[in-house]
């Protein structure tokens, strides 16, 4: 059986109450995990292209305010 077959089986046997501070904790854990990729792939230059093409839309008028 994977890990992953274990967690499933593990969190199906949670109660309500420990399916919710799990789902709470997980939640955090994973936009963390993302805000640390998002962040490496901005130091690596890699989102450099899309900041771009925002701003150029935004000068040439095709952007609205929210």
Do not use: S
Request: no cysteine; charged share 40%; hydrophobic share 40%.
């Amino acid at each position: 059986m994977t890990t992953v077959e274990n967690i499933k089986k593990a969190v199906a046997k949670l109660t309500p109450e420990q399916l919710a501070k799990f789902r709470t904790w997980f939640e955090a854990y994973d936009a963390q995990l993302f805000d640390e990729r998002i962040e490496r792939d901005a130091k690596a230059g890699k989102l450099d292209k899309f900041a771009e093409e925002a701003i150029r839309a935004h000068r040439e008028g095709l952007t609205r305010e929210l």
